[in-house]
C-alpha cells in the first residue's frame, strides 16, 4: 500500500514551452499533495502544499504563476511549468499524506519524481 | 524558523564497519523526526521515524533516537552492506503541521 506515481518519470522541453507533471495517489486519497524540488546533490524544497478542491498553498519565493498547481480530485496533483526555461531544470518530486488517516499519521509517502530538462 | 542540520558527505566506509550520520534540529515544541533515503535514480523511501522524545525508530538495521535534550536524531548501523549506498536525508515535521523540513542529505558509499 501507499504507493505514489509521478509521470512523466522524465521530459526533455524547449524554451518557452509548458510541461505538466502529474502526481498520484494509487491505493489511498490524498487531500493534500506537496510538490518539492530537488537540485543535483541538494536537498528537497518544498514548493507548495496542493490542497484538494482549493488552492495551493505557497512557499515564499515560488513563484505561482510560474508553477500552476491543481488538485481536482482525492487522488490526483497536477503541477504544470510554465513557459519553462533552462533554470526551471531539476528534479520535480511529490509525496502524499493519507487524508483518512489509515496510514501512519503524519507521513508523506513519496513519487519517484520527474527529471524536467529545458534546452 | 525550524530546520534541520545534517553531517556533510560524502560518508566512505568499508563493508562491515560501523555507520553514523549526524543530524540534529531546531524546532519548537515535539517535532516528529524522519529519517529517509533515496537510493541512484529513485524516489525517497521512509526508513525510519520517531514521533516522540526518546523514542527510537528501528528499520533494517538501521535506528535513530530522538533525543530533545540534544535536539538530535543521529542514525546508525552496526554493520553496513554495499547495498546500502544512497543518500540519506534526514528531516521533521513541525508540531501541528503536515510539512516536512529536510537536510541536506549525506551521500553515503559502501565499498567492498
Known amino acids: 500500500g501507499a504507493v505514489v506515481s509521478q509521470h512523466p518519470s522524465w521530459v526533455i522541453c524547449k524554451s518557452g514551452t509548458s510541461v505538466k507533471i502529474e502526481c498520484r495517489s494509487l491505493?489511498?486519497?490524498?487531500?493534500?499533495m506537496f510538490w518539492y524540488r530537488q537540485f543535483p546533490k541538494q536537498s528537497l524544497m518544498l514548493m507548495a502544499t496542493s490542497n484538494e478542491g482549493s488552492k495551493a498553498t505557497y512557499e515564499q519565493g515560488v513563484e505561482k504563476d510560474k508553477f500552476l498547481i491543481n488538485h481536482a480530485s482525492l487522488t490526483l496533483s497536477t503541477l504544470t511549468v510554465t513557459s519553462a526555461h533552462p533554470e526551471d531544470s531539476s528534479f520535480y518530486i511529490c509525496?502524499?499524506?493519507?487524508?483518512?488517516?489509515?496510514?501512519?499519521?503524519?507521513?508523506?509517502?513519496f513519487g519517484p519524481g520527474t527529471r524536467l530538462t529545458v534546452l | 524558523g525550524d530546520s534541520v542540520t545534517q553531517m556533510e558527505g560524502p560518508v566512505t566506509l568499508s563493508e562491515e564497519a560501523f555507520l553514523t550520520i549526524n543530524c540534529t534540529y531546531t524546532?519548537?515544541?515535539?517535532?516528529?523526526l524522519f529519517w529517509y533515503v533515496q537510493y541512484p535514480g529513485e524516489g525517497l523511501q521512509l526508513l525510519l521515524k520517531a514521533t516522540k522524545a526518546d523514542d527510537k525508530g528501528s528499520n533494517k538495521g538501521f535506528e535513530a533516537t530522538y533525543r530533545k535534550e540534544t535536539t538530535s536524531f543521529h542514525l546508525e548501523k552496526g554493520s553496513v552492506q554495499v547495498s546500502d549506498s544512497a543518500v540519506y536525508f534526514c528531516?521533521?515535521?513541525?508540531?501541528?503541521?503536515?510539512?516536512?523540513?529536510f537536510g541536506t542529505g549525506t551521500r553515503l558509499k559502501v565499498l567492498a
Open positions: 528531516a521533521l515535521s513541525p508540531s501541528g503541521t503536515y510539512k516536512y523540513i
Open positions: 524546532a519548537t515544541g515535539y517535532p516528529s
Open positions: 491505493d489511498f486519497q490524498a487531500t493534500t
Open positions: 509525496s502524499a499524506r493519507d487524508s483518512a488517516g489509515a496510514l501512519s499519521y503524519n507521513e508523506q509517502f
